[in-house]
T-cell receptor, first 111, second 114 residues
């Protein structure tokens, strides 16, 4: 089992640029979650999907953030345009029932 | 508004002693609680959980205690080992079906000193 796979591991970009984060969940998991970790707010939920359908996106901070899940094995989180305050570690997690399984995260730095 | 609170950002413990990490929650609808452990540059990994119908769950060196009336849970690690040094997140949800997402605390950084 390869676990949840996220790419890239690190992303450094300039303010105003578009950023796309990618996630491959564990095969057979029907829930997918995007979380963001910052020092100030800890781990906060951005959006989650069930069977590829977005269920709750109330945690998405602004319209600059969007997420898609075109199929059961792939999801993206896009930030356009990016701002320095978006700098954080972004985690994707998947589950079937019970505990979430996290990827290793993408560390985003916006300068 | 933090629904899950870990008021101690850090904790240092001597190897072999007990580590106690605390967590409080405000949402009385939460009925399933989990602890996750996170090493640097890795994602959080599941450690142990407890349902609200129990007040204790044990797995090897790790025990979680739940006090529903106080809306408080704690993680005990006995004996503590240097490899336990990590950030520990408390999390809570309504139900155990995966239908509702986990709400996390901000984490407590545990340092076990040899």
């Amino acid at each position: 089992d390869a676990g949840v796979i996220q790419s890239p591991r690190h992303e450094v970009t300039e303010m105003g640029q578009e950023v796309t984060l990618r996630c491959k969940p564990i095969s057979g998991h029907d829930y997918l979650f995007w979380y963001r970790q910052t020092m100030m707010r800890g781990l906060e939920l951005l959006i989650y999907f069930n069977n590829n359908v977005p269920i709750d996106d109330s945690g998405m901070p602004e319209d600059r953030f969007s997420a898609k899940m075109p199929n059961a094995s792939f999801s993206t989180l896009k930030i356009q345009p990016s701002e320095p305050r978006d700098s954080a570690v972004y985690f994707c997690a998947s589950s079937a029932r019970g505990a979430l399984h996290f990827g290793n995260g993408t560390r985003l730095t916006v300068t | 508004d933090q629904q899950v609170k870990q008021n101690s950002p850090s904790l240092s413990v001597q190897e072999g002693r007990i580590s106690i990490l605390n967590c409080d929650y405000t949402n009385s609808m939460f009925d399933y609680f989990l602890w996750y452990k996170k090493y640097p540059a890795e994602g959080p990994t599941f450690l142990i959980s407890i349902s609200s119908i129990k007040d204790k769950n044990e797995d090897g060196r790790f025990t979680v205690f739940l006090n529903k009336s106080a809306k408080h849970l704690s993680l005990h690690i006995v004996p503590s080992q240097p490899g336990d040094s990590a950030v520990y997140f408390c999390a809570a949800r309504r139900g155990n079906s995966g239908n509702t997402p986990l709400v996390f605390g901000k984490g407590t950084r545990l340092s076990v000193i040899a």
